[in-house]
């Protein structure tokens, strides 16, 4: 008898609230074993036991101390979220203002490769120059001195155009990132060679007499024209393969004046 009345109260409960309408109350799904004892108040101060109604203004018991935690942990993540992505924008801004950023790695083309032979063989014409009598004294370098003709006259077709060539392509190719790395690494290395011919040169000029006229100045002059020789041959397989090439000391030292170079180019980085 006690459950039957129960049940009647139930539903005459139900039918109540579907007649009539009480605000800021919604009716829910069906009631589920998990949702079986609650309770509960609506805005007009009903209070309810033992149904699954549920409200805006009406929570499970226990649910909102769960509910506060999880909303002092998003408190929390919000201002970490905000400072990683600030740091992240701010490493961004720092890598676009590097001197590195926006450099060119991409692969050397034919136009380059032609750019950067034809400036190899700057050191070339000037160590031709003072080993002429070693090409002279053995006829299977006679080749050396005829190839170099047709770039011996552009090269000094005025007495300040090594000067100009230097500048140029160190200001306007050694320096601009949007030319490939690789190419601006031969080109410095052509550079660079000519400074060791130029160098070797110094030396020959200001060798005493008492060796200039000995059989010492033929072996300097030999080693003059192999150790520049050699090392043109190398740097030009690699220029014409796109590749780049190690040559101890010299390749540290044109790293580091490309390097400059960007740097001078973006303003030192900042």
């Known amino acids: 008898g006690g459950m039957a009345s129960a049940a009647g109260v139930q539903q005459r409960c139900a039918g109540a609230f579907r007649t009539h309408a009480v605000p800021g109350l919604v009716r829910p799904p069906p009631c589920s074993a998990a949702h079986s004892r609650w309770a509960g108040q609506s805005s007009t101060g009903i209070s ?5 109604i549920t409200a805006p ?3 499970l018991r226990g649910s909102a101390p ?3 935690s999880q909303q002092q942990q998003q408190r929390r993540q919000l201002p970490i979220a905000a ?3 600030g740091a992240g924008k701010a490493e961004e801004d720092e890598l676009k203002q590097g001197w590195k950023f926006g450099r060119n790695e991409g692969p050397m083309t034919w136009p380059w490769k032609l750019m950067a032979a034809i400036l190899y063989m700057l050191p070339w014409v000037d160590v031709t120059e003072k080993t002429v009598y070693f090409v002279e004294r053995f006829p299977a370098f006679h080749w050396a001195e005829y190839f170099t003709e047709p770039f011996e006259h552009w090269f ?4 300040y155009a090594p000067l100009i060539i230097f500048f140029a392509s160190y200001l306007g190719i050694v320096r601009n990132k949007k030319i490939p790395h690789v190419a601006r690494y031969h080109i410095m290395m052509g550079v660079m060679l000519d ?3 130029m160098i070797l040169i110094v030396v020959e000029e200001n060798l005493p007499y008492g060796i200039l006229w000995t059989p010492w100045s033929d072996l300097f002059y030999a080693l003059m024209f192999w150790v520049v020789f050699l090392m043109l041959m190398y740097c030009l397989f690699f220029n014409f393969m796109g590749w780049y090439c190690e040559i101890p000391l010299v390749s540290e030292g044109v790293y580091m004046q490309i390097e400059q170079a960007e740097q001078m180019g973006s303003g030192g980085g900042r």
């Open 48 to 52: 309810l036991r033992g149904s699954c």
């Open 57 to 59: 203004t009406i929570g």
């Open 66 to 68: 769960a509910l506060a």
């Open 83 to 85: 400072s990683q992505s």
């Open 156 to 159: 000094y077709i005025h007495e």
């Open 195 to 197: 400074i060791i011919a």
